[in-house]
């Protein structure tokens, strides 16, 4: 379970995230954060997104991946963290298979 540092960390890596992808991604894509984990030594941190259409995922990811190192500025700029993690995005299958669910249930 994640001790409250960690949360603390991953929440505001989350509103950090939002602002920088709002900013930096283009108007063809909805790229929103959902939820960030954080390793106990705040080293390194995952932020998941949702990405609608689900058909740019891909493009999605590699187009974050190579933003990593600005994020990590933008990070550095715009929170008074201790420790600057590496930084790692990833698709939410969490928040894509409730979206299928949802999607089949609502047909019965």
């Known amino acids: 379970m994640p001790s409250t540092r960690q949360k603390k960390v991953a929440e505001e890596i989350r509103k950090c995230a939002g602002d920088f992808i709002a900013m930096e991604a283009g108007r063809g894509n909805l790229i929103t954060p959902t939820q960030v984990t954080v390793s106990p030594d ?46 790692d995005f990833e698709i939410d299958l969490g928040e894509k298979n409730r979206q299928v669910i949802e999607e089949i249930s609502s047909k019965n």
């Open 42 to 87: 705040l080293k390194k941190t995952t932020v998941y997104v949702s990405v609608f259409p689900t058909d740019q995922e891909e493009q999605a990811i590699h187009f974050l991946r190579r933003k990593r190192n600005d994020f990590r500025t933008y990070i550095k700029r715009h929170t008074h963290a201790k420790v600057l993690p590496f930084v």
